[in-house]
């Protein structure tokens, strides 16, 4: 049963307190020590900081320790805030109870134990929290009761009892469940470790080495997933991972800044987050491509084209090689050359460590002369002098010459091979005139994922143990094999919705995007149950489906409060200062949507009108109003959404419906559409 706010009080004094009084007053005393428990951990481990210098043998061994220790600091911050555990679970007496039978367990963000070292809050990705999120009535999993906390700015509120011994489970009628989803949000996306649902909780258990693909309608807690079960792989692998690391890939700054204190809030401070082209800004981007140049560049026929234009650098006229030594002289065969370098390049490695390896041969066939000649094993002084000999540097540039990744895009994008591309493909990505050196050339962004192919090409990357690839629609084939490189040894957690594919290159099947990550084999899992975007708003966004020209499940939501608004107006600016008015009235963040070339003119209405506003990059900013560009929405949460004429973001690009499915599906409370021109006429009806 639920205990709300308002009778927590016992107003007459000689009446004894309740028993559900005395519950929660209990509770709020396991809260108190808890948080003072976690105080002294972070204590220790401040006073271990402090100190570790003195007690490492050496200068690396300090530096180490000490950043050993600072992040363990880091990971026991505690935010008075937020509540330290959000669950309890009460293990009956039953064979499915197992070792923990007559246990009772509070399960929360982290790990936090006495001074004996006993667990007072389990960290909800222990195994035997598992149960907390996956136990029903009809499974209780040995859970005899299953209780809910209630929670206002870090103060025990209120608690919620499901029975599951008895049969008894709330399930979506839960009023603290429902709460905590609903609750209004201001400033960075939050994480949602007490409101995991089983599908998704199996989704974030997902074991390190499975590689998954989740085709997520809006709403249903996609990005959530991702990053909970990046914790959850660094918890249950932390030194593997700690080694090969964990990176977050998004599709903006913007959204990067959104997610960024998910992570942290539980206890994960040292996960990389980047964007694609953050990823492979290797070169300075001077200069754009048209749209049509742009899609060339990123399709997967890049791929071959560099490939080809790599290996046909191969192979020059073999002669024999003849090595000055002192007063001796080496000599080695055109045969034996032509040989070695045939066995090289049939080893299908990177180019550059070929063209090492090669080297390494030849220097080695010499050491053999030298020894059977001097009886002696040469130093690594004369192995580097003769890797370096003229004749072996001259033979090395005529068979396998040495090229950087920037030059060979060079050399296609100033005279593109014939072959794997159309004659107008090709004037599509010449350059006009070549650059007069590689430090002057106009490089444009889609340029940046021929430079890394050929850098991949060339060199092998470092892997990353796990990747999360969040809105992976708008990922194109030569982003995919970038992202590919970087996870060759690891595994992918891909996140996306084909509907809200807005980039021209989007995809329209996952097998396809997967193929490219090298990831061909994993599992496409939908999620179609939104949790976030009430029922009103998610049956207006899905009239748009039938014209995006895509094969998924339209999104149902659990949701049937909030609001949705649709009004023709004939003053844009006013309706829309008008509409933020009543918004700001409610609790929770407002975001106002608008083509992306509207965007200064909506800010100087709200600004005139003296209402503060901010952009989406300004995610630390105290006003509760953004100005967002329909661009850059994709992945953002608003409670209070105004979209501003819709029809302009329609018209705005190619993939106009796609991108006004996106900006429809921000909503998490109530969605105000104002326009002046006639809606989408599939929206119309």
């Keep these: 049963m639920t205990l709300p706010a308002d ?41 271990l900081f402090s100190t570790g210098g003195n007690v490492a043998g050496d200068a690396y061994t300090a530096e180490t320790l000490g950043r050993t220790l600072a992040r363990r600091v880091a990971e026991l911050a505690d935010d008075p805030d937020t509540p330290l555990f959000f669950g309890r679970l009460d293990f009956g007496s039953g064979p499915a109870a197992e070792d923990h039978a007559g246990h009772r367990y509070h399960v929360g963000r982290r790990h936090v134990t006495d001074d004996d070292g006993e667990p007072m809050v389990l960290d909800w990705r222990a195994p035997v929290s598992r149960a907390f999120y ?23 509120t209120s608690f919620e009892d499901e029975h599951l011994d008895r049969g008894e489970e709330l399930g979506t009628t839960s009023r603290i469940l429902t709460a905590e989803i609903e609750r209004p949000r201001v400033g960075p996306m939050r994480d949602i470790v007490a409101t995991i649902q089983p599908e998704q909780d199996e989704l974030v258990r997902a074991d390190l080495d499975v590689s998954i693909c989740v085709q997520g309608a809006p709403g249903t807690g996609k990005t959530a997933v991702g990053l909970h079960r990046a914790a959850y792989l660094l918890y249950l692998h932390r030194e593997r991972l700690r080694r090969s690391g964990v990176l977050v890939v998004g599709p903006n700054r913007a959204f990067l800044s959104y997610i960024s204190a998910v992570l942290p809030a539980l206890g994960e401070v040292e996960v990389e987050q980047a964007t694609v082209d953050d990823l492979i800004a290797a070169v300075r981007v001077r200069a754009e491509d048209s749209p049509a140049a742009a899609t060339v560049k990123h399709d997967a026929r890049m791929a071959t084209v560099l490939a080809t234009a790599l ?14 030594d002192g007063s001796y002289r080496w000599r080695i065969g055109a045969e034996v050359l032509r040989r070695l370098v045939a066995d090289v390049r049939a080893e299908n490695l990177p180019y550059g460590t070929a063209r090492e390896r090669i080297r390494a041969r030849v220097v080695s066939l010499l050491q053999r002369q030298s020894e059977a000649r001097r009886g002696d094993s040469p130093n690594d002084a004369w192995l580097r002098r003769m890797g370096k000999a003229k004749e072996v540097t001259e033979f090395l540039d005529r068979v396998w010459p040495a090229i950087t990744p920037e030059g060979l895009v060079a050399e296609i994008l100033t005279d593109p091979p014939a072959g794997v591309l159309t004659d107008d493909e090709r004037e599509l990505i010449r350059w006009p005139a070549a650059p007069r050196s590689l430090k002057t050339a106009k490089w444009t962004t889609a340029d940046l994922v021929l430079v890394d192919e050929a850098a991949g090409l060339i060199e092998r990357r470092p892997s990353f143990g796990h990747v999360v690839v969040d809105e992976a629609q708008d990922l194109s084939a030569m982003q995919a094999r970038a992202i590919a490189r970087r996870s060759e040894h690891g595994s992918i957690t891909l996140l996306g919705d084909l509907a809200q594919g807005t980039a021209p290159w989007a995809a329209a099947d996952w097998r396809d995007t997967l193929r490219h990550l090298g990831k061909p084999d994993a599992e496409v899992v939908p999620l179609t149950i939104g949790f976030r975007v009430p029922a009103a708003v998610v049956a207006f966004a899905n009239r748009l489906l039938p014209a995006l020209a895509v094969d998924v499940p339209a999104a149902r939501s659990l949701r049937n409060d909030g609001g949705l608004t649709i009004e023709q107006v004939a003053d844009l600016d006013a309706a829309t200062v008008a509409e933020v008015r009543d918004a700001l009235r409610h609790d929770g963040s407002v975001g106002v949507i608008a083509a992306d070339t509207a965007v200064a003119g909506v800010r100087a209405a709200l600004t005139a009108a003296g209402i503060e506003n901010a952009t989406a990059d300004e995610v630390e900013s105290p006003a509760r109003v953004t100005v967002v560009p329909a661009s850059v929405v994709k992945g953002l949460e608003y409670d209070h959404v105004v979209v501003v004429e819709p029809s302009a973001i ?16 921000r909503a998490v409370s109530r969605l105000a559409v104002l326009h002046t021109a006639p809606l989408p006429e599939v929206l119309a009806g």
């Design 7 to 47: 009778h927590l009080v016992n107003t007459d004094a000689t009446e004894p307190a309740s028993d559900l009084e005395t519950d929660l007053g209990a509770e709020r005393d396991h809260l108190t020590a808890s948080r003072a428990a976690l105080r002294r951990m972070r204590d220790r481990a401040e006073a």
């Design 311 to 324: 290996d046909a650098r191969i192979g020059g006229d073999v002669e024999p090689m003849t090595v000055s």
């Design 134 to 156: 996956r136990a029903s009535a009809r499974e209780p999993q040995g859970i005899a009761v299953r209780r809910r906390f209630g929670f206002a700015a870090g103060l025990l």
């Design 650 to 665: 329609v018209e705005a690009e190619p993939r106009g419906l796609h991108r006004l499915y996106v900006v429809l599906t």
